[in-house]
């Protein structure tokens, strides 16, 4: 794998990308952990419920700080990080709610760039909701679309990651790594 470089794993809720990750760390790769879990976490014991839901734009904010410093830190390793969701994800994210944001938000999508990125395609068979995925399958299928063209529109070569074991998963991953270096 190249020295240095910033993998970007990414997808709707509910694909398998934390499973994904957690195999990845099990087999000593070095991971970031998506932030939105921290931050939602952060706003139920501050008493509100779904933050994205309540004010869309201070969630996005603090999820666009909390990513960037995930880039920054990925800079300083001197080897492959892998990454749960990038700074794209919130104006993907921001245009699917179709709320407006700060220029700054695509500024950033395009100061901050990642090396290969990997998508996970929405898989209805493994799709949960839980206490910060509040979306239905039907919008994590939308958040897809958004996704997809965010990435693409910014040059991205997204590539899909089978539906198969999360073993075979993180197998494709590191072979397509290979491949591609």
Not at 121 to 129: A, D, H, R
Not at 131 to 147: C, F, G, P, S
């Given at each position: 794998?190249?020295?240095?470089?910033?993998?970007?794993?990414?997808?709707?809720?509910?694909?398998?990308?934390?499973?994904?990750?957690?195999?990845?760390?099990?087999?000593?790769?070095?991971?970031?952990?998506?932030?939105?879990?921290?931050?939602?976490?952060?706003?139920?014991?501050?008493?509100?419920?779904?933050?994205?839901?309540?004010?869309?734009?201070?969630?996005?904010?603090?999820?666009?700080?909390?990513?960037?410093?995930?880039?920054?830190?990925?800079?300083?390793?001197?080897?492959?990080?892998?990454?749960?969701?990038?700074?794209?994800?919130?104006?993907?994210?921001?245009?699917?709610?179709?709320?407006?944001?700060?220029?700054?938000?695509?500024?950033?999508?395009?100061?901050?760039?990642?090396?290969?990125?990997?998508i996970?395609?929405?898989?209805?068979?493994?799709?949960?909701?839980d206490?910060?995925?509040?979306?239905?399958?039907?919008?994590?299928?939308?958040?897809?679309?958004?996704?997809?063209?965010?990435?693409?529109?910014?040059?991205?070569?997204?590539i899909?990651?089978?539906?198969?074991?999360?073993?075979?998963?993180?197998?494709?991953?590191?072979?397509?790594?290979?491949?591609?270096?």
């Open positions: 794998m190249p020295n240095h470089s910033k993998i970007l794993i990414l997808g709707g809720p509910g694909t398998g990308k934390t499973s994904v990750i957690n195999e990845l760390k099990n087999r000593n790769y070095t991971c970031f952990d998506e932030v939105s879990r921290e931050i939602i976490q952060q706003a139920q014991q501050e008493g509100i419920e779904q933050l994205f839901l309540t004010d869309p734009l201070l969630f996005s904010q603090k999820l666009l700080e909390g990513r960037i410093k995930q880039f920054e830190e990925a800079e300083k390793i001197n080897e492959s990080v892998f990454i749960d969701r990038g700074i794209p994800d919130v104006t993907a994210y921001m245009d699917f709610k179709g709320d407006s944001y700060p220029e700054e938000f695509l500024q950033a999508n395009k100061k901050y760039t990642y090396d290969q990125t990997f996970f395609p929405i898989w209805e068979e493994i799709y949960q909701s206490n910060e995925r509040y979306e239905n399958l039907e919008q994590a299928i939308e958040i897809e679309k958004h996704l997809k063209k965010t990435y693409q529109s910014l040059g991205y070569n997204l899909e990651v089978p539906k198969v074991s999360v073993e075979k998963r993180v197998n494709f991953i590191l072979e397509n790594i290979k491949s591609n270096s």
